[in-house]
């Protein structure tokens, strides 16, 4: 089923040194699902920054796939 955990955030904050933090990080999280909201680490304009996304696949038959 493809689930994971999120643990050591604070200790992943410190490492990445991220710019801007756009996802909630407050707490560690067990058994995150696809289709949750997850927090991911991005280049924008030079920095990194922490912002949410949804974690999981589109299939290439779904009407929300890419053209």
């Known amino acids: ?11 992943i904050i410190k490492e ?7 996802a909630d990080i407050s707490r560690s999280r067990f058994n ?8 991911a ?4 304009d030079d920095h ?3 912002m949410d996304l ?3 696949l589109v ?3 779904s009407a929300q796939g890419l053209p």
């Open 41 to 44: 680490c991005l280049i924008r």
């Open 59 to 61: 299939q290439s038959c």
């Open 32 to 39: 995150v699902a696809p289709t949750q909201n997850v927090p």
């Open 16 to 22: 990445l040194q991220p710019h801007v933090v756009e």
């Open 48 to 50: 990194r920054v922490i």
């Open 1 to 11: 089923c493809a689930r994971f955990t999120i643990r050591k955030v604070q200790a």
């Open 54 to 56: 949804q974690w999981g």
